[in-house]
């Protein structure tokens, strides 16, 4: 079964400038998740789909990141304009149904704001 | 509030010895925890799960309990391996939204 593929693995940009990061779920899982995690801190939850519906969106800072999931699939995440403090690695993660106990995560990808 | 609370926040052990990572929660109601595996760059793996009535888990050379009285749990390694070097993250679901909270982690260095 193929993982979680997230794209590109490494990003480096200037403050102020735009960023989008690419994931593509498991097959034939309804659920999926967006999270940033800190250097030395646990995930955090940015957003949550089901299926192309949002479910949870209250932690994703709408001025300057947003999130599609076209036709239920595959989903971006994009930043504009990018802080200093948007450093960190942008995970990816899917489940059948809901519930992140189930949850595949993808490699991530690591966003460098300079 | 939901928090997760996860110590010591690094540990550093020798090749072959044994070592107790420790979570606790306030999660309520609870539904169940997991153990992630999060080796330096890549996503966190699931290492165990489980649900109020269980007390004990094993994969392999890891063992998790569950105190769901104390909202404590523990993940054990056995005879550890340089390859255990990672961080190992503590997540709690709750039973009402499904809502899942996350500890920072604990960072194993396992030096030979």
């Known amino acids: 079964e193929a993982g979680v593929a997230q794209s590109p693995r490494y990003k480096i940009i200037e403050k102020r400038q735009s960023v989008a990061f690419w994931c593509n779920p498991i097959?034939?899982?309804?659920?999926l998740y967006w999270y940033q995690q800190i250097l030395g801190q646990g995930p955090k939850l940015l957003i949550q789909?089901?299926?192309?519906?949002?479910?949870?969106d209250s932690q994703l800072p709408k001025d300057r990141f947003s999130a599609e999931r076209l036709k239920g699939v595959d989903s971006t995440l994009k930043i504009q304009p990018a802080k200093l403090e948007d450093s960190a690695v942008y995970l990816c993660?899917?489940?059948?149904?809901?519930?992140?106990?189930?949850?595949?995560f993808g490699q991530g990808t690591r966003l460098t704001v300079v | 509030k939901n928090q997760v609370e996860q110590s010591p926040q690094s540990l550093i052990i020798l090749e072959g010895k044994n070592c107790t990572l420790q979570?606790?929660?306030?999660?309520?109601?609870?539904?169940?925890l997991r153990w992630y595996k999060q080796d330096t760059g890549r996503g966190p793996v699931s290492l165990t799960i489980?649900?109020?009535?269980?007390n004990t888990k094993s994969n392999g050379r890891y063992t998790a309990t569950l105190d769901a009285d104390t909202k404590q749990s523990s993940l054990h390694i056995t005879a550890s391996q340089l390859s255990d070097s990672a961080s190992y993250i503590c997540?709690?679901?709750?039973?009402?939204?499904?809502?899942?909270?996350f500890g920072d982690g604990t960072t194993l260095t396992v030096k030979p």
């Open positions: 993660a899917s489940s059948p149904r809901g519930g992140v106990s189930e949850a595949f």
């Open positions: 097959s034939g899982h309804a659920t």
């Open positions: 789909f089901q299926n192309n519906g949002v479910v949870d």
């Open positions: 979570c606790n929660y306030t999660v309520s109601p609870f539904s169940n």
């Open positions: 489980m649900t109020f009535s269980e």
């Open positions: 997540v709690v679901s709750a039973a009402n939204a499904g809502k899942s909270t």
